[in-house]
T-cell receptor
Framework: GESVGLHLPTLSVQEGDNSIINCAYS??????FIWYKQESGKGPQFIID?????DKRQGQRVTVLLNKTVKHLSLQIAATQPGDSAVYFC???????????FGPGTRLSVLP | EAGVTQSPTHLIKTRGQQATLRCSPI?????VYWYQQALGLGLQFLLW???????NRGNFPPRFSGRQFPNYSSELNVNALELEDSALYLC??????????????FGPGTRLLVL
């Protein structure tokens, strides 16, 4: 499997500001994407998903944008709160029911 | 609705031993997935079970194996443990609706430490 370095990219934002976390995916055939949030010592938690027939999807305080042309996915978090501090993973899937491929993750740190 | 559950939460073994990890999916979910998350690394796909059968496995040696029971719960076995097997092992479950991909929901994980 793929391996990534020990140092996660980190995004630091002020409490109340908007956060944008980016993800470049690798497979142009991927057609289903999920963002997960993982807090320390816990399993990944589903945040929001998007299928390739859409380019934007909104949830509660979160928005996912998909740009298939450049194979880019982003997660926008509005009015970032301390509880949003976690590692965020994007995951892509291109085959029926098979494994998702996870990105390396981005650590979001919310400053008071 | 109860989420995915895993047991034990922590497991300490020594090199050469065997480890057994357990997972109960969300009620109504028939697919179970296992992932390894080593410290500082991303999630690596291990195994996928659906309706009692292994559907796919990741790039891991055969000493990583498992099974799915008639109630859809699953077991991951790791034989001949090596130090580098120390990791958080995550189980996820999803519904199976044929060709339509379904969201995977994760359990809290089992942290395995091999000494």
């Amino acid at each position: 499997g793929e391996s990534v370095g020990l140092h996660l990219p980190t995004l630091s934002v002020q409490e109340g500001d908007n956060s944008i976390i980016n993800c470049a995916y690798s497979n142009s055939a991927s057609d289903y994407f999920i963002w997960y949030k993982q807090e320390s010592g816990k399993g990944p938690q589903f945040i929001i998903d998007i299928r390739s027939n859409m380019d934007k999807r909104q949830g509660q305080r979160v928005t996912v944008l998909l740009n298939k042309t450049v194979k880019h996915l982003s997660l926008q978090i509005a009015a970032t709160q301390p509880g949003d501090s976690a590692v965020y993973f994007c995951a892509e899937n291109s085959n029926y029911g098979q494994n998702f491929v996870f990105g390396p993750g981005t650590r979001l740190s919310v400053l008071p | 609705e109860a989420g995915v559950t895993q047991s034990p939460t922590h497991l300490i073994k020594t090199r050469g031993q065997q480890a057994t990890l357990r997972c109960s999916p969300i009620s109504g979910h028939t697919s179970v997935y296992w992932y390894q998350q080593a410290l500082g690394l991303g999630l690596q796909f291990l195994l996928w079970y659906d309706e009692g059968e292994e559907r796919n496995r990741g790039n891991f040696p055969p000493r990583f194996s498992g099974r799915q029971f008639p109630n859809y719960s699953s077991e991951l076995n790791v034989n001949a443990l090596e130090l580098e097997d120390s990791a958080l092992y995550l189980c996820a479950s999803s519904k199976n609706r044929g060709l339509w991909k379904e969201t995977q929901y994760f359990g809290p994980g089992t942290r395995l430490l091999v000494l």
